[in-house]
């Protein structure tokens, strides 16, 4: 794929706030995930075997409240790439909930709530980390 030009991939999010990259599909091609907050969404988007997008919306969900911080990271160790957001506004009653979106490896997420703490203020972003260096 050359980026001798821009490349719209999507118009059907609102108000993104942050993307990541990771081949989410085990086809071995970089694929990308999106958090968009005004509507809630966290998609992802396939790259065709190395030639770009087709705008192909696959929704991970459309109902996290302020969606932000998609990033991907094999969170559970079973060699797939999973999704990590949080919210910034209220969700069962906590504000700043971090998910985590589970992949089955073709793609197909499973949400869990990590931690639905209230740090006060919605947290914006966050790393991760091994923090036991176990892998
Ligand atoms: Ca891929
Ligand atoms: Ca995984």
Redesign the pocket.
């Known amino acids: 794929m050359a980026f001798n030009s821009e490349v719209n991939i999507t118009s059907a999010v609102f108000d993104p706030n942050k993307a990541d990259t990771g081949?989410?599909?085990?086809?071995?091609?970089?694929?990308i995930v999106v958090s968009s907050g005004t509507d809630k969404k966290i998609t992802w988007y396939?790259?065709n075997n190395g030639q770009g997008f087709t705008g192909n919306q696959n929704i991970v969900t459309s109902s996290l409240n302020g969606a932000c911080n998609a990033t991907l990271v094999d969170i559970d160790n079973d060699g797939d790439l999973d999704i990590m957001a949080n919210s910034t506004y209220l969700v069962q009653g906590n504000y700043t909930s971090l998910f985590c979106y589970k992949n089955n490896g073709q793609g197909i997420f499973t949400q869990q709530l990590i931690t639905p703490e209230e740090f006060g203020n919605p947290a914006y972003s966050y790393n991760y980390v091994d923090v036991d260096s176990d892998g």
Not at 23 to 31: A, L, R
């Open positions: 081949d989410i599909d085990g086809d071995g091609y970089i694929d396939k790259n």
